[in-house]
T-cell receptor, first 117, second 112 residues
Framework: GAVVSQHPSRVICKSGTSVKIECRSL??????MFWYRQFPKKSLMLMAT?????????EQGVEKDKFLINHASLTLSTLTVTSAHPEDSSFYIC?????????????FGPGTRLTVT | GESVGLHLPTLSVQEGDNSIINCAYS??????FIWYKQESGKGPQFIID?????DKRQGQRVTVLLNKTVKHLSLQIAATQPGDSAVYFC???????????FGSGTQLTVLP
């Protein structure tokens, strides 16, 4: 099956610094990737839709200048949390859409645990 | 927008028993539904899906039932095993990019 990786799996950073999270589709090309955040014992909340070669589409309430998304290739999307604060601590999960065969299936990465101290 | 929810936040079952996890949705135009399993500290894993032109679909030990009249779907797990312990989410794609809206999740605990 299709595999999506994320790096790093865990990161601890100091308040005020920026953190970059990578999402890669390993065995398929993805023109569309999605970024979610998940708080403990909560559901996944969509943050933004990452489109290869164009600007990301952000969900209401998500600050685009704080959560920078770049989708420069068909296999890589990055999420940069800028000037991170403790309230940004969360589990960030990406998914990539595989349209091979026209099924539009989404495959999820293993997630990145961000802790801001 | 789409609203998806689950009836029970937690479910405990004895090993070997069957499990039933429920989900309600609000948009009668939704045409595709997915169940995901998420183990602690990991990303969601696809379990099974169903399209709106079906009312039942079976996989290995899992069955999804769809009742479009009352906008309800359920996930049935047969002979529940300890490895089935996880949070289960239903999800519905919507929007131009088929963004997924997730339900609130049900924590399934399998008791020995």
């Amino acid at each position: 099956g299709a595999v999506v990786s994320q790096h790093p799996s865990r990161v601890i950073c100091k308040s005020g610094t920026s953190v970059k999270i990578e999402c890669r589709s390993l065995d398929f090309q993805a023109t569309t990737m999605f970024w979610y955040r998940q708080f403990p014992k909560k559901s996944l909340m969509l943050m933004a839709t990452s489109n290869e070669g164009s600007k990301a589409t952000y969900e209401q309430g998500v600050e685009k200048d704080k959560f920078l998304i770049n989708h420069a290739s068909l296999t890589l999307s990055t999420l940069t949390v800028t000037s991170a604060h403790p309230e940004d601590s969360s589990f960030y999960i990406c998914s990539a859409e595989d349209i091979t065969g026209g099924t539009y299936e989404q495959y999820f990465g293993p997630g990145t645990r961000l802790t801001v101290t | 927008g789409e609203s998806v929810g689950l009836h029970l936040p937690t479910l405990s079952v004895q090993e070997g028993d069957n499990s039933i996890i429920n989900c309600a949705y609000s948009n009668s135009a939704s045409d595709y539904f997915i169940w995901y399993k998420q183990e602690s500290g990991k990303g969601p894993q696809f379990i099974i899906d169903i399209r709106s032109n079906m009312d039942k679909r079976q996989g290995q030990r899992v069955t999804v039932l769809l009742n479009k009249t009352v906008k309800h779907l359920s996930l049935q797990i047969a002979a529940t095993q300890p490895g089935d312990s996880a949070v289960y989410f239903c999800a519905v794609p919507s929007g131009s990019a088929r963004q997924l809206t997730f339900g609130s999740g049900t924590q399934l605990t399998v008791l020995p």
